[in-house]
């Protein structure tokens, strides 16, 4: 069965900086387009960012942009989401997914994903 797993949640106070981590067992990452998504209470899911497979291709939502940065290791199959200048507002579960292993298009659309990790905490607040 193939699952992700996020880490690096947290509490910080505004102004400050996470590294969220998403891997994966039953499968490797590295031939997956890799999503971030966020829900906060009372909201629907939205895209963060997202990476291609192999080509470095990225996409951020308008919202974390300049704020937010998406990267790969594949030697270590795990996606990083370095997360600075966090504001109250960002502070949401933090989930991240895999679209179809055919799916070579980078997208922040929740619903071409196939596979979701649990999810973990970011709490914004001073």
């Known amino acids: 069965q193939l699952q992700l797993v996020e880490s690096g949640g947290g509490s910080v106070q505004p102004g400050g900086s996470l590294r969220l981590s998403c891997a994966a067992s039953?499968?490797?990452?590295?031939?997956?387009?890799i999503g971030w998504f966020r829900q906060a209470p009372g909201k629907e899911r939205e895209g963060v960012s997202c990476i291609g497979k192999s080509d470095g291709r990225t996409m951020y939502a308008d919202s974390v942009k300049g704020r937010f940065t998406i990267s790969r290791d594949y030697a270590k199959a795990t996606v990083y989401l370095q997360m600075n200048s966090l504001k109250p507002e960002d502070t949401a579960v933090y989930y991240c997914?895999?679209?179809?292993?055919?799916?070579?298009?980078?997208?922040?659309?929740?619903?071409?994903?196939?596979?979701w990790g649990q999810g973990t905490q970011v709490t914004v607040s001073s």
């Open positions: 997914a895999a679209a179809p292993v055919a799916w070579d298009l980078i997208t922040l659309i929740p619903s071409r994903y196939a596979y």
């Open positions: 039953g499968f490797t990452l590295n031939y997956y387009v």
